[in-house]
């Protein structure tokens, strides 16, 4: 009888090593599975306009080496079970039981599919439709992956830490070469995903001046005060400090401008036309025959030329603002002129109807975008022009473009897109400044938009700067400021460290923890 049970035991031995070959893989799998949707939490949260917990390029840099090590395990599995009906180690399989492993094995693939295809330089558009479906792959295989590791959890359990119950070495060995090596590349994080490259997933802050109304802000020619307006006149030096009340008359604030020249700041107001050769002050009243001045321009080449808005249409002056003349010719509703901005030595203008292009003596058309409150031009030869209704449209290489994708937002059943106005910087980066919808960040010279909202209250946002390692936004409620995360891209050595590493020590921890030959520990349990 004894002789019977050992020779039964010996016969049953290399199905039980199978077994716990392929519990040791799916435990494997389990675990970087879990990391890498953990990890994938913050980009729903920042998704959905929250803030996340982590710098998102951390996350990225921990999600795509998981991905990356994950790999291995995931074909030494499908290797092992293969796509055979009936798996000899598991001899209780049915067909449906099947069918959910085939569909796991197409979604998977799906997932590391897109998620290669997110680590090359598509346009902004095509990585979002990426990032969806790479996220919608990954939310539908939770529920058969839940299903799986339940129906199958009685091989797993051996390597579940318990009390009282050590795990496996070489099973311990192999998940921390896999994991552990991300660490080092955790103090080296770098911006992989679209969200982190735009610096979502922080938070907005009311910094100052909570209850106050400001449409305007700007930053003096010097770079090295900010001044801004609405509910009065504030300044703040660009190195920090406190934002001050500027000795100024009680007129809510319409335009503002910054120009190089005798005059550091023009101030349009519903009375009339303010000028400063200091933030500070003190400000003087200019002879300007009209009232509401939303939009101020200062020729670049000549700062004696000063052209303004207002319900009269335009006006220019050419003695430094003692002297005006009506210049409206040519627009089709002067009561309506509103935007202004010198761009490539010409300059430009809007009304409700459009946008127009200053010849020297007339008004001729140049867009027909309606209702454009600002115009911003760009360092890389760009004029941005915002619309209220009408999004974002720009200037170059001397045609007109829309360029508001990720901008439009349902409003009672209706797509619009209002827009204050456009901030370029240096970097490439463009920001959005929108009437209902917060802000929103492109990093591809405005072809497409990722909005950032946390944090705000409702209302408008105005005008937003980047000012040392963050943003300041001038809002209906006051100063936001928003902490830009680490933003770095990766570089060519980097991404060949990674992938090398995630790849060779998955590889490695598939070959010390889950090979049938060294599962002999649990037969001895």
Do not use: C
């Amino acid at each position: 009888m004894a002789r019977a049970v050992t020779a039964d035991s010996a016969a049953r031995r290399p199905g039980i090593v199978a077994q716990l070959s392929l519990g040791a893989l799916g435990a494997s799998v389990v675990l970087l599975v879990s990391l890498a949707w953990l990890t994938g939490l913050a980009y729903l949260l920042a998704r959905l306009n929250l803030p996340s917990p982590l710098q998102l390029a951390l996350v990225d840099t921990v999600h795509v080496y998981v991905g990356v090590a994950s790999i291995g395990f995931f074909v030494a599995k499908v290797a092992r079970v293969g796509l055979h009906q009936r798996v000899d180690s598991v001899p209780d399989l049915v067909l449906w039981h099947r069918w959910i492993s085939w569909s796991l094995l197409v979604l998977y693939s799906g997932v590391y599919l897109t998620g290669v295809l997110l680590l090359i330089s598509f346009p902004a558009p095509a990585r979002q439709s990426l990032a969806n479906a790479h996220l919608l792959m990954s939310v539908w295989a939770a529920v058969p992956t839940t299903w799986h590791i339940w129906h199958h959890r009685r091989w797993a359990l051996p390597f579940v830490p318990r009390l009282h119950r050590s795990l496996p070495g070489r099973f311990l060995a192999a998940a921390a070469v896999a994991v552990v090596p991300v660490a080092a590349f955790a103090m080296v994080p770098r911006a992989l995903s679209l969200l982190a490259q735009v610096g979502a997933g922080n938070a907005w802050t009311s910094a100052t001046l909570p209850v106050v109304f400001l449409d305007r802000m700007a930053r003096t020619a010097d770079g090295q005060t900010l001044i801004a307006g609405g509910e009065g006149l504030y300044a703040r030096s660009v190195q920090g400090g406190t934002w001050h009340r500027i000795t100024f008359p009680p007129d809510l604030v319409l335009g503002l401008t910054t120009p190089k020249g005798p005059n550091a700041v023009y101030v349009g107001t519903v009375t009339g036309l303010y000028a400063s050769p200091t933030a500070d002050g003190p400000y003087r009243r200019l002879s300007f025959p009209a009232r509401e001045v939303h939009g101020i321009a200062v020729d670049p080449l000549d700062s004696n030329v000063v052209w303004a808005s207002s319900r009269q249409g335009f006006w220019r002056s050419t003695d430094g603002g003692v002297h005006w003349t009506n210049e409206s010719t040519g627009i089709e509703e002067p009561p309506t002129a509103w935007a202004m901005s010198f761009f490539d030595e010409v300059l430009f203008a809007s009304d409700v109807h459009g946008v127009y292009r200053w010849t020297g003596s007339i008004w001729k058309e140049s867009s027909n975008q309606r209702a454009v409150v600002s115009l911003d031009p760009s360092g890389d030869g760009r004029l941005f022009a915002s619309s209220m209704g009408q999004g974002v449209e720009v200037f170059t290489n001397g045609a007109w473009q829309r360029s508001d994708s990720g901008l439009v937002a349902n409003h009672g059943g209706v797509r619009v897109v209002h827009v204050d106005s456009v901030t370029a910087t240096p970097d490439g980066h463009r920001y959005a400044a929108m009437m209902l919808d917060g802000t929103a960040t492109s990093i591809d010279g405005g072809q497409s938009w990722t909005r950032i909202t946390a944090g705000l209250a409702r209302g408008a946002v105005w005008r937003i700067l980047p000012v040392g390692s963050g943003l300041i936004a001038a809002t209906d409620h006051g100063i936001y400021t928003y902490p830009l995360p680490e933003r770095e891209r990766a570089g060519a050595i980097w991404w060949l460290a990674l992938i090398a590493t995630a790849g060779l020590l998955g590889v490695a921890a598939v070959a010390l923890g889950a090979l049938p030959t060294w599962s002999g520990w649990a037969l001895r349990r």
